[in-house]
């Protein structure tokens, strides 16, 4: 599932694994993306694994997500 495909509303209770490959610069866009995994009647311990390739844009996103994270911390 996409990042993208969040707006149409897939509940994912039967997942256990979530794999995230298409990075966003908002952290709290992928923390929706892996909750959609936890819903109500989910029975399975769920995964995440953050695949990312070093010295890309990926390591420019996940910079951008920790600066992000502070700076919403200090509102």
Excluded: Y
Excluded at 7 to 33: I, K, R
């Amino acid at each position: 599932m996409s990042l993208k495909a969040a707006s149409l509303g897939l509940n994912m209770v039967v997942a256990c694994h979530v794999l995230m490959l298409d990075l966003w610069w908002n952290p709290t866009t992928e923390d929706q993306a892996i909750d959609r995994a936890h819903r109500i009647g989910q029975t399975r311990p769920v995964t995440v694994l953050r695949l990312t390739v070093k010295d890309t844009v990926e390591d420019r996103i996940l910079a951008l997500q920790v600066i992000f994270c502070a700076i919403v911390r200090c509102f």
